[in-house]
């Protein structure tokens, strides 16, 4: 009740700031300002206001320009070449949905992958905006609704998966407007919530249990109706997806590689002697002990790996079911150690230093690179460099600009999220609430910090469980964790529209 009392002291601070602007009375009436005066008045005390945000914003705008100038058009991730692919064959794919592809294709018009690259910069700006905004919303201090932004305007791997042509930043950005638009309680604004996590989900399919998490939030708010509007807004198009990959492909889903992943992730642990599967399963085996295995992802793709040995292409309807079950009887006979597993690849993410995981190749595209990257070297990649190059009417490729590039090197081997930090960001919220025996931050009687919290938890446990750690994958998840924690800072009360 004594908050509700009390007014905002910024509010009071700019009213005022406005009235000193105003001339006083006199009996022929109130002069008026000129034109534009009093927005200019306004705009000066916004900017003071916030000129912490903004230098931090600004300087993230620089770290980004100096990208573009380093590294033209873009960098090339393996993955990228797939996506090429879709733009051009519009057809869902097995193992990516095609959010991303279409996300390129909208671009295309313009033929220059630069554009590509300019607009996930773009996206990144956007998110740190919308994390500022959220959290000033939420009454949270200036300094923490500033410092939750750092991470997604500065960070050096931030700004480097944004120029990489994969689908992270996209999906980053999806799930945090999400996010931002759950203080409100109109239909149509949670309508767009639903569409946001339905094209979040196909960009990534992790998206999914988020849809679970967001409509989780609602009815805790005992919204149980806008729930069901958020889920139905969500399903329609991830339905609409699903019917045109099973008219492609006649398999239910979204992609055709669950299984096969899930395999790959067992094979850190499976021990067949425990298992005991049956006969049309042990091909599936690897007889070497866990320890002496290779990281989980090479049983998808290395040419001695089992699966892949099998007849057909890898991702076939045939193996992906062979490769469930042999997942699923790994699980279930040895629970303790897919427990022991997924702890020991969610703990990578909060290591202090950046090993080199999961093998050398991989680690290296999330660096600025000294040299060019070369040419494609498997069969599907060499097919989306064709593709690529009709994409830009042009050759394809990087092209390293110094001094530019060299200034990146430099800031990236300094400028990073540590682990250990993130993980004391990831404490903040559950211990500030510990600490003050009630969460003062509410909507309806849910902890604002809630939802952002448990959407980056989501984020960080699910690659975890279901394929192996990756540094790309921590990325999305680290600005809605900085959110909660900035929400958690100091009791208040979120404002909500048409409530």
């Known amino acids: 009740m004594a908050g509700g009392r009390r007014r905002n002291r910024e509010d009071v ?69 797939t996506y090429i692919v879709t733009v051009f064959r519009p057809r869902p794919d097995l193992v990516r949905p095609a959010g991303y592809s279409m996300f390129m294709k909208l671009l295309e018009p313009l033929h220059s992958f630069g554009a590509v690259t300019a607009a996930q910069h773009l996206l990144g700006l956007a998110t740190g905006v919308l994390i500022y905004r959220v959290a000033r919303r939420a009454r949270a201090p200036r300094w923490a609704a500033t410092l939750a932004t750092v991470p997604v305007l500065l960070d050096a791997y931030q700004i480097e998966l944004e120029h990489l042509l994969v689908s992270d930043t996209l999906f980053m950005f999806l799930v945090a407007a999400a996010v931002a638009l759950c203080t409100t309680s109109r239909p149509s604004t949670v309508v767009a919530i639903g569409l946001l996590l339905a094209a979040a989900t196909l960009t990534r399919t992790v998206g999914q249990p988020l849809i679970v998490v967001l409509a989780g939030w609602f009815v805790l708010r005992r919204r149980v109706g806008l729930a069901g509007v958020l889920v139905a807004a969500a399903l329609v198009p991830i339905l609409a997806y699903g019917a045109w990959f099973y008219a492609t492909y006649q398999r239910v889903g979204l992609v055709g590689a669950n299984g096969v992943f899930m395999y790959a992730r067992t094979m850190s642990f499976a021990d067949c ?32 790996s089992p699966l892949v040995l099998l007849p057909g292409i890898t991702f076939t309807k045939q193996n992906d079911d062979l490769a469930a079950r042999f ?34 190749e991989v680690y290296g595209y999330y660096e600025f690179p000294v040299n060019p990257p070369g040419p494609p070297g498997r069969y599907p990649a060499q097919t989306g460099a064709d593709y690529a190059k009709l994409y830009e009417q042009g050759a394809i490729g990087t092209q390293i600009v110094e001094p530019y590039a060299g200034w990146l090197r430099a800031y990236q081997s300094m400028a990073r999220l540590p682990g250990p930090v993130l993980l004391v960001i990831l404490l903040v919220p559950p211990v500030a609430a510990v600490v003050r025996r009630r969460d003062a931050v509410r909507l309806a009687g849910s902890p604002a910090w809630l939802v952002p919290w448990t959407a980056a938890l989501v984020l960080l446990i699910t690659p975890a469980a279901a394929a192996e750690f990756d540094y790309r994958y921590v990325l999305p998840a680290v600005p809605l964790a900085c959110l909660a924690a900035a929400l958690s800072i100091r009791p208040g009360v979120l404002k909500q529209s048409g409530s």
């Open 13 to 81: 601070r700019v009213m005022s700031e406005a009235r000193a602007y105003e001339p006083a009375k006199t009996g022929r009436g109130r002069r008026r300002l000129p034109r534009g005066a009093g927005m200019g008045v306004l705009s000066r005390s916004a900017a003071r206001r916030h000129g912490w945000f903004l230098a931090v914003l600004a300087l993230g705008t620089a770290l980004r320009a100096l990208a573009m100038l380093g590294y033209r058009p873009a960098l090339w991730f393996p993955d990228s070449y």
């Open 273 to 304: 002697a425990k298992m005991d599967p049956p006969q049309d399963l042990r091909v599936l085996c690897d007889p070497r002990p866990p320890e002496q295995r290779p990281p989980s992802q090479e049983y998808i793709w290395a040419q001695d």
């Open 327 to 360: 997942a699923t009887l790994a699980i279930t006979k040895q629970p303790l150690d897919y427990a022991a597993s997924t702890l020991t690849e969610l703990a990578r993410t909060f290591r202090w230093d950046r090993p080199v995981y999961p093998d050398a």
